[in-house]
């Protein structure tokens, strides 16, 4: 069974710009979940979708946006990037929801400049 | 104060050592308890879950919850230069919005 893959695997923007980044699931499940990584604040969650469905959202500011398309693929955006955007952004899916075991993708490494 | 607080290390040991990281929470409201393992660019893998007080086993680890203390560890027993990782304590509370929140994760170093 393939794993969660996410593309792509590096970004470098400018400040100011908007980003898109992508998540596949594994096969089957329906929620999909992101997450920021950085050394400073650790991995904090920024929302999950459940069946196209934005279902549980963690404390980040309105420039944070996502979607899930039918086929549980999931883009999450950036919009008017700050330096601090700068991180590792992590998806994970499973089957039912947070309370049941998230596989994570490998990250995509976002650089703003 | 920090919902969820974890030692961020690094902890360093010896091959075959016992190995305890541990977390303390601030928020009642968590119901589950998770351990997860990350390795140096690579996402984060769940090792143990655990919703009750008390003890859970699997192999090698074996995940605590003492909920009137709002305290979770982990214990690696007969650690391996493989279980070198950084290692992240998580958290769901319930109700009409799950909240999932992470410790920051303690970098673990196991030498052979």
């Known amino acids: 069974k393939a794993g969660v893959t996410q593309t792509p695997r590096y970004l470098i923007k400018t400040r100011g710009q908007q980003v898109t980044l992508s998540c596949s699931p594994i096969?089957?499940?329906?929620?999909v979940s992101w997450y920021q990584q950085t050394p400073g604040q650790g991995l904090q969650f920024l929302f999950e979708?459940?069946?196209?469905?934005?279902?549980n959202k963690g404390n980040f500011p309105g420039r944070f946006s996502g979607r899930q398309f039918s086929n549980s693929r999931s883009e999450m955006n950036v919009s008017t990037l700050e330096l601090g955007d700068s991180a590792l952004y992590l998806c994970?899916?499973?089957?039912?929801?947070?309370?049941?075991?998230?596989?994570f993708g490998p990250g995509t490494r976002l650089t703003v400049l | 104060q920090k919902e969820v607080e974890q030692d961020p290390g690094p902890l360093s040991v010896p091959e075959g050592a016992i190995v305890s990281l541990n977390c303390t929470y601030s928020n009642s409201a968590f119901q589950y308890f998770m351990w997860y393992r990350q390795y140096s660019r690579k996402g984060p893998e769940l090792l143990m879950y655990?919703?009750?007080?008390g003890n859970k086993e699997d192999g090698r680890f074996t995940a605590q919850v003492d909920k009137s203390s709002k305290y979770i560890s982990l214990f690696i027993r007969d650690s391996q230069p493989s279980d070198s990782a950084t290692y992240l304590c998580a958290m769901i509370s319930g109700g009409s919005n799950y909240k999932l929140t992470f410790g920051k994760g303690t970098l673990l170093t196991v030498n052979p």
């Open positions: 655990t919703y009750s007080s």
């Open positions: 994970a899916s499973s089957w039912g929801g947070l309370s049941n075991e998230q596989f």
């Open positions: 979708y459940f069946s196209e469905t934005q279902r």
């Open positions: 096969s089957g499940h329906r929620s």
